[in-house]
């Protein structure tokens, strides 16, 4: 439209951390829609689709991954001072990714047993959030993020809109899609009461629990959800990986954790 | 037709005795009147509500098991068809759709171009409607068609829709629909009703398109033998009823306690998750939202199902009004079995049960009230 080209098309930016890359790609994903995208905002740095890199500032900052090197801990603090709003992307940018599993090791144990020369590596002994370290405006969940709500998000910030992100859990949008509980008709454990909705309800849709990729939905009471889990038969060895995976490092469900110890 | 004013039971009349082999003819009747017929049959480890046209979908010889936070099918030592009480769905999924679209708008030359234009309502016949449900249609009709805003989304799906009835033969561990004097008899709001007796249904009528449906209908004559058997498998729901719910008090014992330590006391159990409002057939409340397209020139209105327990749903002035479990629980409890009754004259329970069976913890309403009248009333009695 006419309107949208009396503007200044927004500069966008894609910043990468600690991560693999999925995030980013669900932006490239969106095949039918990516030609409008290129309309509505200047793609001005974004390493993974173009050789073309702009210096900042940037009026959007897409950032994917976590911080698990002192370079990197300073690097975002630069993409911050780059960019009006940061919007991180997935797990890893949202709560630490897979990779904070080191943050309950012994990180010289790890360099050890992986690296032939772990005197050439310089890493953190944690991996953690981007919000743990520079003011994040918009953060969207998953691993990888939801497509259309990257989309959405995009298009609500390009139009000057706050990007809308419900923030209830997984078990209203099983229910608006007709999907029934696997964990009451089942016994499948299932963390879709304490998680982040943004997915769409995908995995209880094909008899599988919802293994919480989108982190802890607001004010979750994972201890209610423990409680009740264990006491319907799932074990601590289950219920462990489903609460320490892509966003263990989320500090309810690190909490989560702690509880489901002391009841055993 | 228009069902809008509940039928009379003075209309209701036994129309005869259809065979459990002619059960299929009921089906063939429905679809030859142009409806598509919508029934109980077996998905997702659960019975559910879906599309049917033959007799063999529906879950012949199956039944649920319901407690607090559980539920499985198993098959029964009998081959009725509808040996089973209430699942995870409920009717108003066709009634309220989960989903849909208010509105449209598209930016033209001359400007935004507005739409509300809905695609016609399906033709449905619902087959299997328990009283519980007629009841909770009822209440939703109050809400949706009754007040002084019309909805017309429901409005034009509940003008399109023919309702077959059956009456409960059993109950599940979780039912109460005695104590919120809903059920387990289909006394008005249906066009069809069945009793399931052994060879057979016995098949009462509550309006004309009923009658025009059973007139197609290969129908014997009804002995006292069957009334006397239809009477007892309905009596046999009843006394199965073992969960009570005491209702002359609940309006004011939870208004009136609205600080009460209880409130933290199931919020420390209730996840919050929204599964008690989603799976009820009374809960009515939805979000409305404009979404446009990326290049913001086609917008559309959407409503979708919402929750009290949802924490944006009382987002407002830039916080949340309900920002701890304790205040959405209580909303809910509150609404449901005392506020309903200022706004709408009745209770908003009808004594189904799926908020116990479907929350996975099994907080069960009916023992949450037990807990807090016995607390206020151990406090009033304790002279210190």
């Known amino acids: ?264 | 037709m228009s069902h809008h004013t509940s039928i009379q039971p003075a209309d209701v009349s036994v129309a005869g005795l259809l065979r459990t082999d002619d059960l299929q003819q009921l089906i063939d009747a429905l679809i030859a009147a142009g409806y598509d017929v919508i029934g109980p049959k077996i998905d997702q480890c659960a019975i559910v509500y879906d599309q049917i046209t033959s007799v063999n979908q529906l879950p012949r010889g199956w039944t649920d098991l319901q407690e607090p936070g559980r539920y499985r099918l198993q098959q029964s030592d009998d081959s009725k068809y509808f040996g089973f009480a209430v699942g995870p769905h409920s009717w108003k999924k066709y009634l309220f759709p989960p989903q849909s679209i208010v509105s449209t708008a598209t930016r033209t030359e001359n400007g935004w171009q507005f739409s509300t234009d809905a695609p016609p309502a399906p033709r449905l016949a619902f087959l299997g409607v328990r009283a519980c449900e007629l009841a909770a249609i009822e209440i939703q009709d109050r809400v949706f068609l009754h007040g002084p805003w019309v909805d017309p989304i429901y409005k034009s799906r509940r003008d399109a829709v023919l309702i077959v009835a059956v009456n409960c033969t059993s109950a599940a561990s979780t039912c109460f629909c005695s104590s919120t004097n809903t059920g387990p008899r289909c006394r008005s709001g249906f066009d069809l009703a069945l009793t399931e007796i052994a060879g057979g249904f016995v098949i009462e009528t509550g309006s004309e398109s009923g009658r025009a449906i059973a007139a197609r209908l290969p129908l014997e004559s009804v002995t006292e033998h069957h009334h006397a058997e239809a009477s007892s498998a309905r009596a046999q729901a009843e006394a199965m009823m073992t969960r009570k719910l005491r209702t002359d008090d609940l309006h004011d014992l939870l208004l009136g306690n609205l600080k009460h330590p209880h409130w933290d006391d199931v919020a420390t159990r209730c996840l919050s998750c929204t599964n008690c409002t989603m799976v009820c057939p009374t809960c009515f409340c939805s979000t409305v939202t404009d979404v446009s397209d990326l290049t913001n020139d086609h917008v559309q209105r959407e409503r979708k199902w919402d929750s009290c327990f949802n924490i944006d749903f009382s987002y407002m002035n830039g916080s949340p009004v309900r920002n701890s479990i304790a205040s959405r629980y209580r909303q809910w409890l509150t609404h449901k079995l005392a506020s309903w009754q200022d706004q709408f004259g009745t209770l908003g329970c009808v004594g189904c049960g799926r908020c116990i069976t479907w929350c996975p913890p099994g907080i069960d309403l009916t023992e949450e009230v037990v807990k807090l009248r016995d607390a206020v009333h151990a406090n009033s009695e304790d002279p210190s």
Request: charged residues 20%.
């Open chain 1, 1 to 264: 439209m006419a309107v949208n080209d009396l503007k200044k098309r927004p500069r966008l930016a894609v910043f990468k951390f600690a991560s693999c890359d999925g995030c980013q790609l669900s932006l490239l994903d969106c095949e039918d829609e990516l030609l409008t995208v290129a309309g509505l905002v200047d793609i001005a740095m974004f390493p993974e689709a173009s050789s073309r890199m702009e210096a900042g500032p940037y009026d959007i900052a897409l950032v994917e991954g976590s911080i698990t090197t002192p370079h990197d801990a300073q690097r975002i603090q630069d993409v911050r001072k780059q960019a009006t709003t940061i919007v991180t992307i997935g797990a890893c940018a949202t709560a630490g990714g897979i990779q904070s599993l080191r943050n309950w090791a012994s990180h010289e144990d790890y360099l050890r047993c992986v690296y032939a020369k772990p005197e050439y590596i310089s890493s953190l002994a944690t991996s953690t959030a981007i919000a743990d370290h520079v003011r994040v405006d918009y953060e969207l969940r998953g691993c990888p993020v939801n497509r259309h709500q990257l989309l959405s998000a995009l298009t609500d910030l390009v139009h000057g809109r706050k990007p809308r992100l419900p923030a209830h859990s997984v078990c209203l949008d099983c229910k608006r899609r007709g999907t029934v509980c696997v964990e009451v008709a089942q016994g499948i454990p299932c963390l879709g009461p304490v998680t982040h909705a943004g997915c769409g309800a995908i995995c209880p849709a094909f008899d599988r629990g919802c293994y919480g990729c989108f982190g802890p939905a607001a004010q979750c009471n994972c201890n209610s959800l423990v409680t009740t889990l264990q006491s319907a038969g799932t074990t601590n060895d289950q219920l462990l990986p489903l609460l320490r995976n892509f966003n263990g490092a989320a500090p309810e469900f690190q909490a989560a954790v702690q509880f489901m110890n002391e009841q055993s």
